[in-house]
């Protein structure tokens, strides 16, 4: 006699595309990458604003997605990244290894790891075949590279106060000026650096997130100006594309 399985309830009505309509939107996020905006996200989708800004609320409450820390848009949480599963034989230190590796062997500048753990500037990852000149200054005055600016921008409490050290003619050294700068940070999820703190140096940064969506570090490529261009398009994708396994 044959054995019957138990079946699961059917669903019914509009549940089957609102399933569809909710991984869309997930795989959306995944695309844009974190920051997305609702009307980004619905624009990619092709999924109505209102319904989309729905079915993101109802993703957040269950931990698919999360909010980023300014509230601006969102990135993928802790439940969907569970859903890849843990990558068998890598334990984080190595997958950053290999991610890190991969990184500077197609890219011809610097690569370094950043952690803004306790408010404070760190370097993680150092890249071993390119000396960093200055690096006790990227600590102190992060107001005049791309990897301090990134966290100037998210993590008001960072912000410097009194006077604006001066390390060349490029120097950001007005508040105000500052603050237009981090506007354009926190709006592009982008930090760039063109021989600010030393002449002839130039560098980008992209933002590594925590599971709360809050940014926690960053991902920077330092190099000589003229070669390194701020923006460029393929080494900001590459940057952005190697953030999704890195941890600070």
Request: hydrophobic letters at 40%.
């Amino acid at each position: 006699m044959a054995v019957r399985t138990p079946r699961v309830a059917e669903v019914s009505g509009h549940e089957p595309r609102a399933v569809q309509k909710a991984l869309a939107l997930l795989e959306a996020v995944a695309h844009i990458g974190p920051g997305a905006s609702a009307k980004e996200i619905a624009q990619a989708t092709g999924v109505a604003p209102a319904t989309a800004y729905r079915l993101l609320n109802l993703l957040v409450a269950d931990g698919y997605l999360v909010r980023i820390d300014d509230l601006s848009g969102f990135a993928l949480g802790r439940r969907t990244r569970e859903l890849a599963g843990p990558d068998p034989g890598h334990d984080p230190d190595s997958i950053r290894r290999d991610v890190l590796d991969s990184l500077r062997s197609h890219i011809r500048f610097g690569v370094y790891l950043a952690s803004y753990e306790g408010g404070r500037i760190s370097l993680v990852d150092r890249d071993p075949d390119h000396d960093l000149v200055a690096e006790s200054a990227i600590l102190i005055h992060p107001h005049a590279s791309a990897i301090g600016k990134m966290m100037l921008a998210r993590r008001s409490e960072t912000l410097p106060t009194g006077k604006l050290r001066v390390f060349t003619s490029h120097t950001i050294a007005d508040s105000n000026a500052l603050s237009a700068e981090l506007t354009r940070v926190r709006t592009s999820d982008l930090a760039t650096e063109t021989d600010e703190m030393r002449i002839g140096r130039s560098a980008i940064a992209v933002p590594l997130r925590d599971e709360s969506g809050s940014v926690s570090g960053c991902l920077a490529a330092i190099g000589k100006t003229g070669r390194l261009r701020t923006d460029d398009s393929d080494l900001i994708d590459l940057l952005r594309a190697s953030t999704g396994r890195l941890r600070p």
